[in-house]
């Protein structure tokens, strides 16, 4: 069953830029901050995130890709197991993160959505 969203992204290409117009021009708040092989930028607001990141390969800013969802759920792996028995595709099969599980599937337009799982608060 799905509990909320987790958090909401959008992909970057200058990940300095990017900061400044959503810290300096619309005023958000830095809540966290990841740096290895990608970046991952997030930003709380009031009960959900907004997070910024370049983990996406390829993943280019489109007004007209929309943005990315991702629903919280009890666990990534009933739930993809459940939808995959329903004939929902599986783009991502279930991994780990230091601090989360997730998954992708595929809607049925072909739009990505990402089951995530907290399994360590940062």
Known sequence: MIK???????????????RRFYEET???QLARREAHEFEWVEYDLDG?????????EGGV?????????AFEVQSVDEMVERLRAKGVR????????????????L????NAITLHQVTQLW
């Not at 909320?4 to 990017?18: E, K, L, Q, W």
């Not at 809607?107 to 072909?110: K, L, N, V």
């Open 4 to 18: 909320h969203i987790a958090f909401t992204m959008y992909p970057v290409t200058d990940m300095t830029r990017a």
């Open 26 to 28: 619309l005023g958000l």
């Open 48 to 56: 959900g995130t907004f997070a910024l990141s370049n983990v996406k």
């Open 61 to 69: 800013p489109s007004a007209d890709a929309g943005g990315s969802i």
């Open 90 to 105: 599986v783009k991502l099969e279930p991994l780990s993160t230091p601090v989360c599980r997730l998954a992708v599937i």
């Open 107 to 110: 809607d049925s337009e072909g």
